[in-house]
């Protein structure tokens, strides 16, 4: 996705944090955020779903973030929280929930201070990536959740 096609999504987005690396979701697919609670492991699944939550009666897959992007596991934090987003599934709305150390804020980034995402060659995986936001003299990694969230992980979960 290029510059010209984040237009569409009105330049807002959920910034949160991964370590020192801050990234960011498109706010249109974020339905909520709330505190870390208790997840029920499922057996038998990659080590970054982490299990299911009950969220007011529906059960929600949650998978930890710094664990699909290969970082290191670390403890939770008063700030760790669950983002949960919303994603199509062969035409139904699919809700899960992605563990981040920390939200930051919601920014509006207009398609000028959004680069491409950066070319590394075929050893590196960038297509889950919509572009760079430059703001403020930071930078900030935008995320598209629907690759990150790809339909074979959808359909095990």
């Known amino acids: 996705m290029n510059a010209e096609s984040l237009i569409r ?10 370590g ?3 990234y960011g ?3 249109l ?3 909520e955020i709330f505190g870390l609670t208790s997840i029920t492991p499922i057996p038998r699944t990659p080590m970054h779903i982490k ?3 009950n969220l007011r009666g529906q059960v929600i897959p949650v998978l930890d973030l710094r664990v699909k992007f290969g970082m290191m596991e670390v403890e939770p934090t008063d700030q760790t929280c669950i983002i949960v987003v919303e994603t199509e599934l062969e035409g139904k709305i699919v809700s899960t929930g992605i563990i981040v150390d920390k939200v930051s804020e ?3 980034i207009s398609s000028e201070d ?3 995402a950066p070319e590394f060659g075929s050893m590196v995986e960038t297509e889950y990536i919509l572009g760079i936001g430059k703001i403020n003299g930071t930078v900030k990694i935008l995320l598209d959740i ?12």
């Open 106 to 108: 919601v920014q509006n």
């Open 20 to 22: 020192e690396e801050e």
């Open 51 to 53: 299990g299911v939550i």
């Open 29 to 31: 697919k974020v339905r």
């Open 9 to 18: 999504t009105d330049g807002k987005f959920l910034t949160f944090a991964l």
């Open 114 to 116: 959004v680069d491409p």
């Open 25 to 27: 979701f498109e706010i």
């Open 146 to 157: 629907d690759k990150i969230l790809d339909i074979n992980e959808l359909n095990a979960m």
